[in-house]
């Protein structure tokens, strides 16, 4: 039972806040470790090929220098596959860092420059020559269809008879859209700190969404199990970035175990463009439909791009078997091996690009029946999901609809594109649908009563930027009935209980409802260890019988006599308990999901094509929310990323030397504040008891999802113009 202060479901404000502000967090490339030697990463300048020889005397010859590391002089490290397959693995051979002289991408890393300074360093990697055998190299996805095959993806089979149902259509569109290479660009570099022990062990500090699964891949490469612990308190942006071990980590380990010394490599920005990205997509939605809007029939066949090495996979065309009420279906999803480096997800991977080109696709299906938008996704709603064929846990999605639409104003939207101005401005409105999907992965947290009643509670999660320190602190304070300053989480440190990678929205419903549960358990021994008095007010109570207030137990039939948790502690010592949770089987008979409708509203500059997007509501049912604030927070920064995907993000490449050109943040633009206007996030009312013990689905994914499309919408209603190739810029537009 929890207090009727308890601080879940409150805004709180964000309880690592005054570390960050003053400056007193620190990250991966901020821990200072005595004799520390820094290293520069030298990267291959061709896409494809090998290394013929490395000429490193230069380098080496430059005062400070201590090292520089080359496939020719490495530690040894695991010859076969295995070892580096962390738990985001695509499928295929993960690339292993200087393992021999074969180039598989431009800009994969072979050679580390260690020196006494981060200076000194690059300017040796810059003296070192390499002599390569190049290969011709194939990078461009538009080019190499005829190799592409099928992804190993778990693709739903298909329903029904989709080629005779768009035969029969009355209504009929074919339509492709295609996405660019976006890369993550978090605010923090990947880095990573390693201190090498007297004893031979390693302490290391990384930028990670998973510091047990860097722990588990270090230790398999380098065969040192039991020696290694990861440590990553504060993590300045990922992504998705941060869910597999990064080149810098493995290559500062090698450095390290080679000079016996503690190494720290970071990488440049320019280099954060050399590892994974967000991949380039082709996709092809076609769609029949009855004269009222009805579906009748849907295909989706989407094309990515992967490395020559692995077959990355993401959810891209699910979202299209389920999000609407269609009886006749068809997925597809094809791989193109490219010369590049492998894709690596990516906020709300697949759904961020499948949902794009549906919501488009859904919008023009709109203006071909003469349909409002909004009113022909109604007509069109669902209940089960259609892929698994199961009713949903929870879904509030209608709501989500009627409240958006109604704080927008979307009733007053005329149908006719063109036909909203303000000036010399054309006014556009555009919506979507967004959905994610309700995860939870097996999760344990460990939580200690220390004297005074101080709660400490624990777990090997992770914390980028999301609110994770916050979150697990209102939900062990509710679940103890402790104020929010008696409690104290503790992440990021391989050496904690067991928690999953932070990625996929999961991480409150996982590591959170193990939290609560560990809790749980504190409160049993609480209890116990009261009744060990014979005179005690507890005696013969079951847990159900009290209830923690204030930092208080007491017995709910005689709320006035307690006692302090802390009074029970100091009796009885400290008292610690740990809980693992593991998704329940009632969600077997389920469709867990997070839904959303996005509203947008654009300005287009008639005579100059620029576009900015003006207002955004966001109106989102992700079960029980447990901190609007940094809920709502990171359902603001999805939008933004959302409106950067439609109009600004692209990763341009030189198929000629099959190099990223604009590898810096001049060049690869993102939104800036003069881009955003205003946004407004609605968190629809949602109860789930069933997709696990808080009731709560995650927010980090879905804010992204279907914004593009509603910008490109918007676009269209504006200005009559379909663009379907994303980012939608000027030259596009006019």
């Keep these: ?161 989709v080629d005779g149902a768009l035969r029969g259509a009355m209504l009929k569109l074919d339509r492709e859209y295609s996405t660019p290479v976006e890369h993550h660009n978090p605010m923090e570099p990947h880095a990573s700190t390693v201190h090498y022990l007297p004893d031979g062990k390693l302490e290391i500090y990384d930028k990670t969404q998973g510091v047990q699964n860097c722990m588990r891949y270090l230790e398999g490469v380098f065969g040192m199990e039991g020696k290694i612990r990861i440590l990553s308190p504060f993590v300045g942006g990922a992504f998705g970035s941060g869910l597999r071990p990064q080149y810098q980590l493995p290559l500062a380990v090698m450095a390290a175990l080679k000079l016996k010394r503690s190494v720290r490599v970071t990488l440049k920005r320019q280099q954060m463009f050399t590892f994974g990205y967000r991949p380039r997509s082709i996709q092809r939605l076609s769609i029949g439909a009855a004269p009222n809007g009805q579906l009748e029939a849907l295909s989706h066949q989407v094309i990515g791009q992967t490395s020559t090495f692995e077959d990355f996979t993401e959810h891209e065309v699910e979202w299209s078997g389920m999000l609407y009420q269609c009886p006749n279906v068809k997925l597809d999803y094809q791989l193109v091996p490219l010369d590049v480096y492998t894709p690596l997800d990516m906020r709300a991977p697949g759904a961020t690009i499948g949902v794009y080109a549906l919501e488009c696709a859904m919008d023009e299906l709109a203006y071909a029946a003469a349909i409002d938008p909004l009113a022909l996704r109604l007509k069109n709603y669902t209940e089960r999901n259609g892929n698994e064929d199961k009713p949903y846990s929870s879904k509030e999605l209608r709501q989500c609809y009627e409240q958006g639409a109604e704080r927008f104003g979307w009733s007053r939207r005329s149908m006719e594109p063109r036909s909203m101005r303000d000036g010399h401005q054309l006014i556009g409105w555009g919506m979507a649908t967004g959905v994610w999907e309700a995860m939870q992965m097996p999760a344990s947290a460990k939580a200690c009563m220390e004297p005074g009643g101080w709660l400490v509670v624990s777990s090997a999660t992770a914390d980028i930027g999301t609110g994770t320190y916050t979150v697990m602190t209102q939900i062990a304070a509710a679940a103890m009935g402790l104020p929010l300053e008696q409690v104290e989480f503790r992440l990021g440190d391989s050496n904690l209980s067991k928690a999953p990678l932070e990625g996929g929205s999961a991480t409150v419903s996982s590591v959170g409802s193990a939290v609560q549960k560990a809790c749980e358990e504190l409160r049993q021994k609480l209890l116990d260890a009261a009744q060990q008095s014979p005179v005690s007010i507890f005696t013969g109570a079951k847990l159900d019988d009290v209830e923690f207030v204030d930092g208080h137990m007491r017995l709910k039939a005689a709320p006035e006599t307690s006692v302090e948790v802390g009074q029970i502690v100091a009796v009885s010592g400290v008292l610690e308990a740990e809980a693992s949770v593991e998704p329940g089987e009632k969600r077997n008979e389920y469709a867990t999901a997070t839904h959303s409708a996005v509203f947008v509203e654009v300005r287009v500059d008639e005579s100059l094509g620029t576009v900015k997007v003006s207002r955004v509501v966001s109106a989102v049912a992700a079960g029980r929310i447990v901190n609007p604030k940094t809920a709502g927070n990171q359902i603001v920064g999805g939008v933004v990323w959302g409106i950067g995907m439609a109009l600004h993000e692209e990763t341009m490449i030189d198929h000629t030397l099959g190099r990223y050109m604009n590898h810096n943040l001049a060049e690869y633009h993102v939104p800036v504040n003069a881009d955003i206007g205003e946004i407004e996030v609605i968190f629809v009312e949602e109860k789930d008891e069933i997709v696990n013990a808080l009731g709560s689905k995650g927010v980090g994914e879905i804010g992204i999802v279907g914004v593009a499309a509603a910008v490109a919408n918007a676009i269209y209603h504006a200005t009559g113009k379909r663009v379907r190739d994303l980012p939608i810029t000027m030259d596009k537009l006019l």
Aim: proline letters at 11%; hydrophobic letters at 40%.
């Design 1 to 161: 039972m929890k207090p009727a202060n308890s601080p879940f479901g409150q805004p709180i404000d964000r309880v690592d806040g005054p570390l960050k502000v003053t400056g007193q967090a620190r990250y991966a490339s901020e821990f200072h470790v005595p004799g520390l030697l820094y290293g520069s990463v030298v990267n291959s300048s061709i896409a494809r090929g090998r290394i013929v020889s490395i000429d490193a005397a230069a380098a080496e010859a430059v005062p400070g220098v201590a090292l520089v590391l080359t496939h020719q002089n490495r530690p040894p490290i695991a010859s076969y596959d295995k070892p580096y397959e962390d738990e985001d693995a695509a499928d295929g051979s993960p690339f292993r860092p200087l393992f021999n002289d074969r180039i598989l991408y431009s800009g994969q890393p072979i050679a580390l420059v260690v020196a006494e300074n981060l200076e000194l360093a690059r300017h040796a990697g810059s003296l070192v020559r390499v002599e390569y055998a190049s290969e011709p190299h194939r990078t461009d996805l538009l080019s190499e269809l005829e190799t592409m095959h099928k992804a190993p993806a778990e693709v739903p089979p298909p329903r029904g008879d």
